[in-house]
């Protein structure tokens, strides 16, 4: 199993930038894609974007194109999303995942066996 751990939510204003982390412990970090997700109060948990395990291919929603990155260093284990243009409606606790399939982060939260407790991020207008 991998162990997931999401840091650096938080207060920002909108059209700020900040920069979440996801940190992994346990099986050989490689091994796995790992995405984020979103989930707002009264919303379904939605997908923001996915890395793949390396690195070399990335997916993001298309709502979500143009103001985020998706990023990760395999030798510290952790996977970095950047999310600059911050709007009131990005306010959501975001959620890594991970999964030993690239496609699997981008189908349904329900099939993903592996999150972390999420990071609380709040856009103030």
């Known amino acids: 199993q991998v162990q997931l751990v999401e840091s650096g939510g938080g207060l920002v204003q909108a059209g700020g930038s900040l920069t979440l982390s996801c940190a992994a412990s346990?099986?050989?970090?490689?091994?796995?894609?790992v995405g984020w997700f979103r989930q707002a109060p009264g919303k379904e948990r939605e997908f923001v974007t996915v890395?793949?395990?390396?690195?070399?291919?990335?997916h993001y929603a298309d709502s979500k194109k143009g103001r985020v990155t998706i990023s990760r260093d395999n030798d510290k284990n952790i996977v970095y999303l950047r999310m600059n243009s911050l709007k009131r409606e990005d306010t959501a606790r975001y959620y890594c995942?991970?999964?030993?399939?690239?496609?699997?982060?981008?189908?349904?939260?329900?099939?993903?066996?592996?999150w972390g407790k999420g990071t609380l991020v709040t856009v103030s207008s």
């Open positions: 346990g099986r050989t970090f490689s091994n796995y894609a």
């Open positions: 890395v793949s395990r390396f690195g070399t291919m990335t």
């Open positions: 995942a991970a999964e030993p399939v690239f496609a699997a982060i981008r189908g349904r939260p329900s099939d993903i066996n592996y």
